[in-house]
C-alpha cells in the first residue's frame, strides 16, 4: 500500500559521484531532490507561493556519471586497442583517440555555450535548481510548471512591468549591513591554508616534470623518487584539507575563504586521482596482459607497453591539476574581504 | 534579493553586462502585500498563548488542546497546530511538518558490499553485513520518489556471493591442509 503523495519526474537529473539532484512534480507543490548518496534532502516550492523562475544562460562544466560511463569504456577499450594486429590503412588506437576528442569536445560546446543557471524565488527564499542546468532542460521545465504555477496562481495582468519598482521580488533584504567575512585581514589570510596549498601545487608540477622526464626509466631510485613525491603530494593534500575544516573558535562555515574550499576540493581530486591511480594500475596491467596472452595463443612472454602510457596520463592529470591550483591562487587572490593573496 | 527590472521587462532578455541570454517567469505572488503577523495583546479576562501570556489566543492546537496565538498557529491540511506537536510530529499534526530528508537503508546496503571490494579482507564483514541490513531495513522507508527495493534485493545477493566465497574459501582451506595432513 503506498503511502504519500505520488511524484512525478520533472525534467533534468544531475547525476553525481557524491552528489546528486532531480526535480519531481508533488500534488501542490515542487519537491526538490538532493541526494547526498546515502541520504536525500527535499524542498517544497508550494505553486502558489512560487514567484519567479529565472534561467541565465552560464557555463557548466559538470561531469556526469553518464559521461564518465563514456569514459572508463573508451579506456576499457584501450588495452584492446593496443593489443590489436595491426591493419593496414586503418588506425584503430587513431580511431579511439578521434572518438574520445568528439566525445571531449561535446562534451566543452555542451558545457560552454548551452548551459544556464535555473533559480527559483519564493518571498522568503532565493535557491539555485541543480538539476535544471542545460538549456533544453530548463525550456522543457519551464513548460511543464508554468502553466501548475499560473493554474495556482493565476496570471499577471499585462501592466504588471510597470508597476515591478515598487516590488522586490524574493527574500526581502535586511537593512543591516552583512557581517563582515572575517574578523580581521589577518583571519582572511589565517584562513587560507598557505603553506599546504604552495606545497600541493609545487609537488602536482614536481610529480608531473619527473613523470615526463622518467618516461622510459625503470630504475630502482626513479620508483622510490616517484613514491616520496606520492607521499608529499598525499601529506600537502591532507594538510589542505585539515586547514579547511579547522574553523577558528566562533566562526561558522561561512567564514571559510572561497580559496579555501576551492582548494581543498583540488585536494580532495588529487587523492581521488592517487588512489585511482593505486588501485586501476594493477588492473591495467593485469588487463592488458590477459588480452596479450589470449591475443597470442601459446603463452608468450607478456610485454608491457602501458607503463609510460601510465606514467603520461600520471603526469598530464598532475599538470592540469597544478595549473587548477594556480588558477585557484590567481582567481581569489582577491577574496570578499580585499585581502589579497601573494600570487605565487 | 531583488530582480533587476531588465530581466523582467520581456519573458527573454540579454544582459547588458555579458551579453547571456536570461529568461524570466514571473508569477503573481511576487506581487503580494508582505505583512508582518501582530498578534494582539491579550486583555484581562481573554484567553491567552500558551508560550506568550501577554498576547491573545485565536485557536487551540488540534492535537494537544494548547491555545496559540497569531504568531504560533500553524495552520496545515485543514487544522492549527501549535509549534511544540509540529516540531515534534505528533500525531496529525505531522502533517504541518513534512520530512526533510531521510536515510537511504538501501543504498548503504547495496553499495557498502560493492565498495568495500577495494579493500576484500573486509568482505568478510560487509557481506553479512549487508544481508543483515536488507533483512532489518526491508520495511523502512524508501526515498520519498523511490519506491522499489530492487536495491535490497541485490543487497542481499552481493551479500550472500560474498558470503559464501568465505564460507567455500575456508572449507576450501580446510580440506586442502586435511589432505596435506594425510
Redesign the interface.
Known amino acids: 500500500m ?1 503511502k ?1 503523495p505520488h ?1 512525478r ?1 520533472l525534467p533534468g537529473h544531475r547525476r553525481g559521484f557524491l552528489r546528486g539532484s ?1 526535480m ?1 512534480l508533488g500534488p501542490d507543490y515542487l ?1 526538490a ?1 538532493h ?1 547526498l ?8 516550492y508550494y505553486f ?11 557555463p557548466r562544466f559538470h561531469i556526469s556519471t553518464r559521461f564518465a560511463a563514456i569514459a572508463a569504456l573508451l579506456l576499457i577499450a584501450w588495452p584492446f586497442v593496443l593489443a590489436a594486429p595491426a591493419r593496414p590503412g586503418i588506425s584503430s588506437a587513431g580511431m579511439l583517440g578521434g572518438m574520445a576528442a568528439v566525445v571531449v569536445l561535446a562534451w566543452f560546446l555542451v558545457s560552454g555555450f548551452f548551459s544556464c543557471r535555473c533559480r527559483i ?3 522568503v527564499s ?1 535557491d539555485d535548481l541543480p538539476s535544471v542546468y542545460r538549456t533544453w532542460t ?1 525550456r522543457k521545465f ?1 513548460l511543464t510548471v ?1 502553466p501548475l ?2 493554474q495556482a ?4 495582468e499585462a501592466s ?2 510597470r ?3 515598487e ?7 535586511t537593512s543591516e549591513a552583512p557581517a563582515p567575512a572575517f574578523d580581521s585581514p589577518l583571519a582572511a589570510r589565517a584562513s587560507f591554508p598557505m603553506i599546504g596549498s604552495a606545497a600541493l601545487i609545487a609537488s602536482l608540477f614536481a610529480d608531473a616534470i619527473w613523470n615526463t622526464i622518467t618516461l622510459h626509466s625503470n630504475e630502482r631510485w626513479t620508483q622510490v623518487t616517484n613514491g616520496l613525491l606520492t607521499l608529499v603530494e598525499a601529506g600537502a593534500a591532507i594538510v589542505v584539507i585539515a586547514h579547511h575544516f579547522r574553523a577558528r573558535p566562533g566562526q561558522g562555515k561561512d567564514h571559510r575563504s572561497k580559496a579555501s574550499k576551492a582548494m581543498q576540493r583540488l585536494a580532495i581530486a588529487t587523492l581521488t586521482v592517487m588512489a585511482g591511480f593505486y ?1 586501476l594500475s594493477p588492473f591495467a596491467y593485469a588487463w592488458i596482459a590477459g588480452v596479450q596472452a589470449s591475443a597470442g595463443g601459446p603463452p608468450v612472454e607478456v610485454t608491457l607497453p602501458i607503463d609510460p602510457y601510465l606514467h603520461q596520463i600520471d603526469a598530464v592529470l598532475a599538470a592540469v591539476l597544478g595549473l587548477v591550483g594556480l588558477a585557484i591562487i590567481w582567481y581569489h587572490r582577491e577574496d570578499d574581504s580585499g585581502i589579497i593573496y601573494p600570487s605565487s | 534579493m531583488p530582480l533587476p527590472e531588465w530581466e523582467l521587462a520581456a519573458k527573454q532578455a540579454a544582459c547588458t553586462s555579458c551579453g547571456a541570454s536570461n529568461e524570466a517567469r514571473v508569477f503573481p505572488a511576487a506581487f503580494e502585500p508582505r505583512t508582518a503577523v501582530q498578534p494582539q495583546p491579550a486583555l484581562e479576562g481573554d484567553a491567552a498563548c500558551f508560550d506568550h501570556p501577554d498576547k491573545c489566543a485565536v485557536a487551540a492546537c488540534q492535537q494537544c488542546g494548547r491555545f496559540v496565538c497569531r504568531l504560533c498557529e500553524v495552520e496545515s491540511g485543514g487544522g492549527v497546530w501549535c509549534p511544540s506537536c509540529v516540531a515534534g510530529r505528533a500525531g496529525a499534526a505531522a502533517g504541518g511538518n513534512p520530512e526533510n530528508s531521510r536515510i537511504l537503508f538501501d543504498s548503504i546496503a547495496l553499495i557498502t558490499p560493492l565498495i568495500i571490494l577495494l579493500m576484500w579482507p573486509l568482505t568478510a564483514i560487509a557481506g553479512p553485513g549487508a544481508v543483515a541490513l536488507s533483512i532489518v531495513k526491508w520495511k523502512a522507508p524508501l526515498s520519498l520518489v523511490r519506491r522499489s527495493r530492487w536495491r535490497f534485493v541485490a543487497a542481499i545477493v552481493i551479500g550472500l556471493a560474498e558470503t559464501g566465497g568465505w564460507i567455500w574459501g575456508i572449507a576450501y582451506l580446510l580440506l586442502l591442509v586435511r589432505a596435506k595432513a594425510r
Open positions: 503506498r504519500g511524484y519526474k532531480s519531481w519537491l531532490v541526494s548518496r546515502f541520504r536525500e534532502e527535499y524542498k517544497r502558489r507561493d512560487i514567484q519567479a523562475i529565472v534561467t541565465a544562460e552560464a524565488y519564493t518571498a532565493c530548463a519551464l508554468e504555477i499560473q496562481q493565476g496570471s499577471l504588471w512591468v508597476a515591478v519598482g516590488w522586490n521580488i524574493g527574500p526581502r533584504e588501485y
